[in-house]
Structures are given as C-alpha cells and as structure tokens.
C-alpha cells in the first residue's frame, strides 16, 4: 500500500523506528518477508500508477473510524480522553510547520502571501456565508451561535494541501508554495472564532488571540535560547519537544488555539537569527509523524453519524469546491505566471489541517453541533480528497 | 547564562499561565513541557558537578512540586502521573531488550548464586533486626510471638526490594553498556521476581497470623500465581506479536510500540497484571526470540524514551511526600542505613559464592547498583497500606521516606560504579 505521503509537510518524514529498523521502501532485502514483499509490490504499483497513491487521511481516518468506540472500541471515550493531549500536540506541530513554511526574508514573496491569502479567504467567505444562508433556510436547532459554527466549517475548509515536488520557479511550484501559505490567515480566523465561543464582545476575544501569540513566542524563545546550544542531539530532542508541548500545553490550559501558538512560534524560529528553524525543522520531523498519525485516528474514531452531520456535510463539499475555484481564480490575478484552472486544481486537495480546525474546536465544544461539525469536517475532507484526486494533476503533469 | 535566562523565562511563563488560571484537565501537557525543558537543564547541571542527571530531574521536581515552590500544582502533578503506566511499561520493555540470554548465559550460573545468596543474607539479616528492634518501631509494638516474626518477615521483605525502573533508567540516561550494566540489571530483576513471591507469602502469613483470613485460605496465593505467571505470559504474547509486527510490516513502528506499551499497562492493570513483569516478558521476548537488526530497536527505544524517563522522574520528584521524611526521617535514615550495610554484606558473601565466571569486579562492585528503590517497592507499600489500614499506613510513611531516601543515593552510586567499570556511554558502539 503506498499511502504517498512519506514526505508530505503535514505529516513529515517516515516513521523514525521505521526508518531506524529497516531501508526505505524502495529497497528490498534478501530478508524480506512474504507480507513486506507484498506491500512492496504495492508500493512499486502506486509508483507506476498502478494503484491509487493514497492521501494520509483516507488511510488513518477509515482505520481511527475502525478502531473507535463506534467500531472495535479499541480507541474507547477514555482511551480517546487520554488522547486529548496529543491532538493538542500535533495542532502546534502542524502551526509550527505552517509558521516554518513561510520562508526566511529572501526568499518572502508579499504578493504570494497576499495571493494565497485571498484564495483561503474566499473560500472562508463562501463556504460560511452558505452555511449561515442554509441552516437559517432549514430551521435549524442550535446551542451555540451559527456565526461561530459556519466560521468553524468555512476556516476548516480552506485548507489545501502541498505534495508536488516540482522545480522550482516552475507554475507548479507557485501553485504548491501558495498552497502552502494559504493556511495563515484560517489558522488567524479559526483562533478568533475559537475565541469567540462562549465570550462575548470583541475585547474578550482579542485578549485571547493576544495571548496565544504570547504563549507561542515565549516557548519560541525559550526554544532559541536552548535549542542550538545543546550538547548532544539527546538534549536537542528534549528541548524540541519540550518546547512543543509548552506551545501545545500552554494553549490548551487556557483553552486557546495551539495551532495559532504553533505559528507564532514556528514564524519566530524562521525570522530569528542561527539555524533554529533547521534544527526545528528537522528534529520535529522524526516526532511529527507519529502525533499526527495520531491525531487522525483521533478524528477517525471520534465520528459520530447523524442527520446534522449529514446536513452540513453536502454543503461543506460542494462549497468548498466552489470556494476553492473563485479564490483560485482571485488569486491568479495577483500571480500572472499561473492560469485559474491550474491554481485552483492544485488547491482542491484539503490536506490534514481542516480536520486540525475541526478537531481543535471540537476540544473546546463538547456539543451535538461541535461533534457534527467536526463529522461533516472529517468526511467532507475525505470526499473532498477524491474530487482533487480526480480532478489535481497526476504526477506526470506536476 | 543563556540557559539561565531560558530557565527564568521557562519559570516566569509557567507562573503566569498558571496564574491566570486555566483548564485543569488540559494541564497535563503544559506540566510536561515545563517539566521537560526544566528538568533536563536541572539534569545538565548536576551532570556538570558529576552527579547522575536522574538525580537532578528528582530534585527539580522535588523543589517545583506542591511541597516546596507548588509550581508544578497538585492537579498537574496528577496529571503528569498519567505518563507513569507507559513510563513503567517503557521502561521495563527496555530492561526485557536489555537481557539478552546469549550475552547473560556465560555467567549465569554465578549470576544466580550471587543473587541467591545477596537476596537470603540481606533478607535474613534486615528480618533478624526488624525482629529485634520490633518493640521500639511504631508499628505494632506490643505484638509478640509468631505475629511478630510475620510482620518482621514482611517488613524485611519491603525493605529488602530493589528497583528496577532507576536501574534502566540510569543505564539509559548514562548510555551504558556492558557486562556489569547487564549483571546488575538482571540481579535487580530477578531478586524483585523473587521478593514479588516472597512478599504474597508474607502477606498471605500476616493475615493468617492477625486472624483477617481463616488458616487453608488461598485467595492470595492464588492471586499470586495469577499475577506472576499471567503477567509473564501476557507480556510473552504480546512480545511476540510485537516481533511478528516487525518482521512482517515493519511501517507506523513508534505508533506500534506506544500502542504495545498502553495495552500492557492498561489493559494489563484491568486483568489485574503487574505491567512492570509484562513489559519486561514482552521485552525479553523480542530481543530473545524474533530481535530485530542488531540494537537498532534498542538504541532508537532509548533514544526515544529519554523524554519520557525526564518527565516520569520529575513527576516522581513532585510527589515525594516531604512530610514522611520529616516525620519519620530519623527512622528511615536508620533503617537504610541497616539497609546498606545488609547490601554490603550480602555482596561479600554472594562474591565469594559466585565463582569462576564472574569478573571479581563486577562482582564486588554489584551492591552499588542495589541501592535504589522506587516503583516496586511503592507498589507493594502501596498493598500494605491499603490491607491494613492504622499500621499498615505507618509502614507506609516509613517505606515513602525510604524511597524518597535512595531514589537520591542510589543513582549517584549506580553511575559512580558504572563510570569505575568503564561502561558509560558504551551504549550504540
């Protein structure tokens, strides 16, 4: 089975046992068994375009999904309590990388970032304004303001995802890097609505946005001060981490966006001066795999089918699909070396960070519409994963 | 300094976010990032004046627990307890990949005589005084005759404990590796499988003696059988699907092992297994069985377990119970005393005993890596103090004090001994 993420941004590298105990993929041994050799031949299939190269999420989600209360019950409601943390710790792994992705100086493209920033905010624009339109339209019930939940489905379905590896300068490699710095201003947003829940006026919801920022940047300097001047890659690991969970923990025990930390964070590593944002970079790669295979199985197993769920769902898909192709559209004006149906068909796939917002909200909204959103988020990717796959360029293309 | 100013600022964000107040049940990864970060620079100085890193990560968690400084607050450091059953299981998993029967085999003989006869003549030794001084320790005092000699025998049992959680932790921390490393960690195994057996006797004696169960009742041992031999076989079944994993899939293996360690220590604590026994048959499995390439999972476990082996330390730190140790502190300070000296003598006897196969120095230098006390000696206090709650409660107080006692002096011998051997930082060579 090749799942074709191995060197995705959002869900890093290979496994770093994996990589310790045994070569990479494409490199079979005398000693190998009869299962690997099948799941070899697998991965040499997908290499041809024999088989479907799969997206991390509709791999780990379907077996979270299996393996969850609904299913085997082996991720039981504690097992997943106990879980809790993680899911805040691959929030701040996927906003430190999103932080670490905005690039150093030289190489900072305004006029991309405000490119990208447009597509995502169309996108936020469309799906929610529908939302709000719709579950008015229908006479829906619900507990919590609809702002907040149309903000939270329309924030979790502007994400894209980023995997060509193309040359660079090339349109394609445009459309990736865009792609890459869309996720700015949702993570912005989604820390704002996360705030507004439960807080009234725009003051109480500032201060918390203010705070995060805070928590984000300290654990950012403490990790500077530390981490390039450890004394052995052992230390190094520790303070990564540590910091980590300090930007995650932080956040979380204020009931904040660890996501939005992570990118303070992330953005402070990159523009500060020496190789923090390597080492980060690096070191976080070995533990990002795991947390957020974790945090899918995670979304997986918290589904819970029912019709509110399934109300948003339909609208989640096929706006974000009409999203997408406006901002796509949008954005190519401000970038004249990409033609719309190019950008927009490389931004079609969601990636993992709309179930990052989903599952981030859903921390802090233990509610029938905090879990069908969170629902209509995690399914609504997964068919949104199989439209990019039928409409992205394949990999000869790219 | 610039640590320092880490440090400070590490110090000064933590009371600030604490201060403001938050969510408690979100505390637990805020707890173990400060205890992270914090621990490992405490654990750095202490390396700088040559003291174990464990030795510091203890301190610090002593000073910044709920005792002394309450940075680390009473719910957070609850919180942080939720790592210890994948901590134990980690731990005692890597001890399991750390005994390798080919290695051990050469001098095993000598291995068991030595523990045989260090384990009678420390367990013989500390009951003779228990029994002595039975009269002026507050436990009982005014018991007299067979009720007596069971609660010593019980008493010596607790005291007598190893711990094999420090003894790897401290081989990991040091990256040691070598045949003194692998004497003393198996020697503190098997002496806690023994002392494990002895101590469900002890038990199941003191209750017939105090008249809690009839004479002929079995429950415990019962128990017993079913605890050690289930463990075992619960910890074997699971190693070797493990090795089965990796052999036949090899992908997703970090996710795979922290999901073999929550199943021993939970699901195994459901069936009422001891995980420390299961996590160490699920390692002895893999390496003796099906091991993989070489050391590479040895080496990448531990690698990858060094921040788990700060938090869990620090945690233990932050829930030592300073108040045992000032009202029982003289006492403690005694009965490890007597405890060390049963050690002492016990070497000198099981090295005389052991003969040809084992290096006279390991040999002598054995008792060193004894020192330390910790999970399992907790965990039967733990049996005491619920079964016979009055003295079973001040047996208690006495036994956390003692543990607090050498969870201090047993890693900084342990890594004096090492370092007189030679082993440090052998490990991955």
């Given at each position: 089975?090749?799942?074709?993420?191995?060197?995705?941004?959002?869900?890093?590298?290979?496994?770093?046992?994996?990589?310790?105990?045994?070569?990479?993929?494409?490199?079979?041994?005398?000693?190998?068994?009869?299962?690997?050799?099948?799941?070899?031949?697998?991965?040499?299939?997908?290499?041809?375009?024999?088989?479907?190269?799969?997206?991390?999420?509709?791999?780990?989600?379907?077996?979270?999904?299996?393996?969850?209360?609904?299913?085997?019950?082996?991720?039981?409601?504690?097992?997943?309590?106990?879980?809790?943390?993680?899911?805040?710790?691959?929030?701040?792994?996927?906003?430190?990388?999103?932080?670490?992705?905005?690039?150093?100086?030289?190489?900072?493209?305004?006029?991309?970032?405000?490119?990208?920033?447009?597509?995502?905010?169309?996108?936020?624009?469309?799906?929610?304004?529908?939302?709000?339109?719709?579950?008015?339209?229908?006479?829906?019930?619900?507990?919590?303001?609809?702002?907040?939940?149309?903000?939270?489905?329309?924030?979790?379905?502007?994400?894209?995802?980023?995997?060509?590896?193309?040359?660079?300068?090339?349109?394609?490699?445009?459309?990736?890097?865009?792609?890459?710095?869309?996720?700015?201003?949702?993570?912005?947003?989604?820390?704002?609505?996360?705030?507004?829940?439960?807080?009234?006026?725009?003051?109480?919801?500032?201060?918390?946005?203010?705070?995060?920022?805070?928590?984000?940047?300290?654990?950012?300097?403490?990790?500077?001060?530390?981490?390039?001047?450890a004394h052995s890659d052992a230390e190094r690991g520790i303070f990564v981490v540590g910091a980590l969970a300090l930007v995650a923990g932080g956040s979380a025990y204020l009931s904040l966006s660890p996501l939005l930390a992570g990118l303070a964070a992330g953005m402070f590593w990159n523009w500060s001066p020496g190789r923090c944002d390597t080492i980060v970079r690096e070191d976080l790669g070995k533990f990002q795999?795991?947390?957020?295979?974790?945090?899918?199985?995670?979304?997986?197993?918290?589904?819970?089918?029912?019709?509110?769920?399934?109300?948003?769902?339909?609208?989640?898909?096929?706006?974000?699909?009409?999203?997408?192709?406006?901002?796509?559209?949008?954005?190519?004006?401000?970038?004249?070396?990409?033609?719309?149906?190019?950008?927009?068909?490389?931004?079609?796939?969601?990636?993992?960070?709309?179930?990052?917002?989903?599952?981030?909200?859903?921390?802090?909204?233990?509610?029938?519409?905090?879990?069908?959103?969170?629902?209509?988020?995690?399914?609504?990717?997964?068919?949104?994963?199989?439209?990019?796959?039928?409409?992205?360029?394949?990999?000869?293309?790219? | 300094m610039l640590r320092l100013a880490a440090l400070l600022l590490l110090l000064g964000t933590a009371y600030v976010i604490t201060s403001v107040g938050g969510n408690d049940t979100h505390s637990a990864l805020l707890a173990f990032g400060f205890a992270l970060i914090a621990a490992a620079l405490a654990g750095d100085l202490f390396e700088r004046i040559r003291l174990p890193r464990i030795t510091g990560y203890l301190l610090f968690g002593m000073i910044c627990g709920p005792d002394v400084l309450a940075l680390i607050s009473t719910p957070m450091a609850r919180e942080l307890r939720l790592v210890n059953g994948l901590a134990i299981a980690l731990i005692a998993f890597i001890a399991g990949l750390e005994l390798n029967y080919r290695r051990l085999r050469p001098r095993l003989a000598s291995l068991l005589r030595l523990g045989s006869v260090l384990l009678a003549v420390m367990y013989l030794l500390l009951f003779a005084a228990a029994w002595a001084a039975w009269p002026w320790l507050p436990f009982l005092p005014d018991v007299d005759g067979l009720t007596r000699v069971v609660l010593a025998a019980l008493l010596a049992t607790l005291v007598v404990s190893f711990s094999p959680t420090v003894t790897i932790a401290v081989i990991a921390d040091v990256r040691a590796r070598g045949p003194y490393s692998e004497t003393v960690l198996a020697l503190v195994v098997l002496a806690d499988l023994a002392l494990i057996v002895m101590f469900t006797l002890s038990m199941q004696f003191v209750r017939w003696a105090l008249g809690e169960v009839p004479a002929g009742d079995v429950s415990l041992l019962v128990r017993l059988s079913w605890e050690i031999a289930g463990s075992l076989a619960f910890g074997a079944v699971l190693g070797a699907l493990f090795a089965f994993y990796l052999q036949h899939v090899g992908r997703e293996v970090t996710l795979a092992l922290l999901a073999l360690c929550v199943v021993l220590s939970e699901v195994g604590r459901v069936l009422h297994f001891e995980p420390l026994l299961a996590?160490?048959?699920?390692?002895?499995?893999?390496?003796?069985?099906?091991?993989?390439?070489?050391?590479?999972?040895?080496?990448?476990?531990?690698?990858?377990?060094?921040?788990?082996?700060?938090?869990?330390?620090?945690?233990?730190?932050?829930?030592?119970?300073?108040?045992?140790?000032?009202?029982?502190?003289?006492?403690?300070?005694?009965?490890?005393?007597?405890?060390?000296?049963?050690?002492?003598?016990?070497?000198?006897?099981?090295?005389?005993?052991?003969?040809?196969?084992?290096?006279?120095?390991?040999?002598?230098?054995?008792?060193?890596?004894?020192?330390?006390?910790?999970?399992?000696?907790?965990?039967?206090?733990?049996?005491?103090?619920?079964?016979?709650?009055?003295?079973?409660?001040?047996?208690?107080?006495?036994?956390?004090?003692?543990?607090?006692?050498?969870?201090?002096?047993?890693?900084?011998?342990?890594?004096?001994?090492?370092?007189?051997?030679?082993?440090?930082g052998k490990m991955g060579e």
């Open positions: 089975m090749n799942t074709g993420f191995d060197d995705s941004r959002e869900i890093g590298g290979r496994d770093p046992l994996d990589a310790r105990l045994t070569p990479p993929p494409s490199e079979p041994t005398p000693s190998d068994t009869w299962l690997r050799r099948v799941l070899r031949r697998l991965r040499m299939s997908a290499a041809f375009g024999l088989a479907p190269v799969l997206a991390p999420a509709l791999v780990f989600v379907p077996l979270g999904a299996l393996f969850g209360p609904q299913g085997l019950n082996l991720l039981s409601t504690r097992v997943l309590q106990h879980l809790d943390p993680v899911i805040s710790l691959s929030l701040a792994t996927l906003g430190v990388f999103v932080g670490l992705a905005l690039g150093r100086r030289p190489s900072w493209n305004p006029r991309l970032f405000v490119a990208a920033s447009i597509e995502s905010g169309v996108t936020i624009l469309v799906v929610s304004s529908a939302l709000v339109f719709l579950v008015r339209a229908w006479d829906m019930p619900l507990a919590m303001p609809l702002a907040a939940l149309a903000l939270i489905l329309g924030v979790s379905a502007s994400a894209s995802s980023a995997t060509h590896d193309a040359t660079p300068g090339s349109p394609d490699a445009l459309a990736a890097r865009i792609a890459d710095l869309d996720d700015v201003l949702p993570i912005v947003v989604g820390a704002l609505a996360i705030a507004a829940v439960g807080r009234p006026g725009l003051t109480s919801i500032l201060w918390p946005a203010i705070a995060t920022l805070g928590v984000g940047l300290a654990a950012g300097v403490i990790g500077w001060l530390l981490i390039e001047r795999h795991p947390v957020v295979v974790l945090m899918l199985l995670s979304a997986g197993a918290l589904l819970e089918y029912s019709v509110m769920a399934l109300w948003l769902f339909a609208p989640f898909v096929v706006f974000r699909l009409a999203g997408k192709l406006t901002g796509g559209w949008l954005a190519s004006k401000l970038t004249p070396t990409l033609a719309s149906a190019d950008l927009s068909s490389h931004l079609l796939a969601p990636g993992l960070l709309g179930i990052a917002f989903a599952l981030n909200a859903y921390q802090y909204l233990h509610s029938a519409e905090g879990i069908a959103a969170l629902t209509a988020v995690v399914v609504g990717t997964l068919a949104s994963e199989g439209v990019a796959f039928a409409v992205a360029p394949g990999e000869a293309d790219a | 996590a160490l048959a699920a390692g002895l499995v893999v390496e003796n069985i099906a091991p993989p390439r070489g050391d590479a999972l040895k080496d990448a476990v531990e690698r990858g377990a060094l921040p788990v082996l700060v938090v869990f330390f620090a945690a233990a730190g932050a829930s030592l119970h300073l108040e045992a140790l000032r009202t029982i502190g003289l006492l403690a300070l005694a009965v490890a005393a007597v405890r060390l000296v049963t050690i002492r003598i016990g070497n000198l006897a099981g090295t005389r005993l052991a003969g040809i196969g084992m290096d006279p120095q390991i040999a002598s230098l054995a008792w060193m890596g004894l020192v330390s006390q910790a999970g399992v000696t907790l965990g039967l206090t733990i049996i005491v103090r619920s079964e016979f709650p009055g003295w079973g409660e001040r047996v208690g107080t006495l036994m956390v004090a003692l543990i607090a006692l050498h969870e201090f002096i047993g890693p900084i011998l342990f890594k004096n001994a090492l370092a007189r051997t030679g082993e440090i």
